[in-house]
């Protein structure tokens, strides 16, 4: 594959920084950009999918969307990655509680994925490949989360490729007796590429909606622990 690709515009490696922050939506990754950084430039806008760079605090950042799902993020990841010399993806998302002790807004970091997705089925021949995150990464999202005040929790989560999914009720028991924390829809494909790759990638998401107890935020309320999400993935984002 050379540059540009069929999904991003940008015509030199030169024009992303080497480590990307990803949300979902991509008119959040403008409103990051216009919000936390400096002398930005728009890199992309291939199917709505914003990207931009700019500078944090004198350090060089890229922000862009990743849509929602493995299929559609994958894609991102993979390109990002592969083609355009990226070293580190941030996915800043929204997750579904899956255990009463986790309120809304509180902020999850992934520190495994299990996934519905056959990304890596049969891959592995016997095995079940365990997508993680990097682990320097990890540490020093969680600890600064905690400097910051912000209620955080490390540990699993479950990267599905539905949203509307009928699971189960007593798989999603046992995922929660497991202690799964979450519920989200990238994080494994996100680790299964950088794994591949050999590249740096970690994934956490606030809280916007409880499988527990059912209760949802609206966009608008959610956005202060967002923001919160946002200003620690750029505080640890490696220069
Ligand atoms: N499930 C999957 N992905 C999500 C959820 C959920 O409940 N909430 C936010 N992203």
Same mark, same amino acid.
């Given at each position: 594959?050379?540059?540009?690709?069929?999904?991003?515009?940008?015509?030199?490696?030169?024009?992303?920084?080497?480590?990307?922050?990803?949300?979902?939506?991509?008119?959040?990754?403008?409103?990051?950009?216009?919000?936390?950084?400096?002398?930005?430039?728009?890199?992309?806008?291939?199917?709505?999918?914003?990207?931009?760079? $700019?500078?944090?605090?004198?350090?060089?950042?890229?922000?862009? $969307?990743?849509?929602?799902?493995?299929?559609?993020?994958?894609?991102?990841?993979?390109?990002?990655?592969?083609?355009?010399?990226?070293?580190?993806?941030?996915? =800043?998302?929204?997750?579904?509680?899956?255990?009463?002790?986790?309120?809304?807004?509180?902020?999850?970091?992934?520190?495994?994925?299990?996934?519905?997705?056959?990304?890596?089925?049969?891959?592995? $021949?016997?095995?079940?490949?365990?997508?993680?995150?990097?682990?320097?990464?990890?540490?020093?999202?969680?600890?600064?989360?905690?400097?910051? $005040? =912000?209620?955080?929790?490390?540990?699993?989560?479950?990267?599905?490729?539905?949203?509307?999914?009928?699971?189960?009720?007593?798989?999603?028991?046992?995922? %929660? %007796?497991?202690?799964?924390?979450?519920?989200?829809?990238?994080?494994?494909?996100?680790?299964?590429?950088?794994?591949?790759?050999?590249?740096?990638?970690?994934?956490?998401?606030?809280?916007?909606?409880?499988?527990?107890?059912?209760?949802?935020?609206?966009?608008?309320?959610?956005?202060?622990?967002?923001? %919160?999400?946002?200003?620690?993935?750029?505080?640890?984002?490696?220069?």
């Amino acid at each position: 594959m050379t540059i540009p690709t069929p999904h991003i515009e940008a015509k030199s490696p030169d024009e992303i920084a080497n480590t990307v922050l990803m949300p979902g939506d991509p008119l959040r990754a403008k409103f990051i950009a216009e919000t936390y950084l400096d002398d930005v430039r728009q890199f992309n806008q291939v199917r709505g999918m914003l990207g931009f760079t $700019g500078f944090y605090k004198g350090k060089r950042v890229s922000v862009m $969307g990743s849509g929602m799902g493995i299929p559609s993020s994958s894609i991102y990841f993979h390109e990002l990655f592969a083609f355009y010399e990226v070293g580190t993806i941030i996915r =800043i998302g929204t997750s579904g509680a899956m255990q009463p002790y986790i309120a809304l807004r509180d902020l999850v970091i992934a520190t495994a994925s299990n996934t519905d997705s056959n990304i890596n089925s049969g891959l592995f $021949g016997p095995y079940t490949f365990c997508p993680t995150p990097d682990f320097e990464l990890l540490m020093q999202a969680y600890n600064r989360a905690k400097e910051m $005040g =912000i209620r955080v929790h490390a540990g699993t989560v479950c990267c599905s490729d539905l949203f509307y999914r009928e699971l189960d009720p007593r798989v999603t028991e046992r995922l %929660q %007796q497991y202690g799964a924390l979450a519920a989200e829809m990238e994080s494994a494909g996100l680790y299964m590429i950088a794994r591949k790759l050999g590249k740096r990638a970690l994934a956490m998401f606030t809280v916007s909606d409880s499988l527990v107890t059912k209760e949802a935020e609206s966009p608008q309320a959610r956005q202060e622990a967002y923001r %919160q999400m946002m200003e620690l993935a750029l505080e640890i984002a490696p220069a």
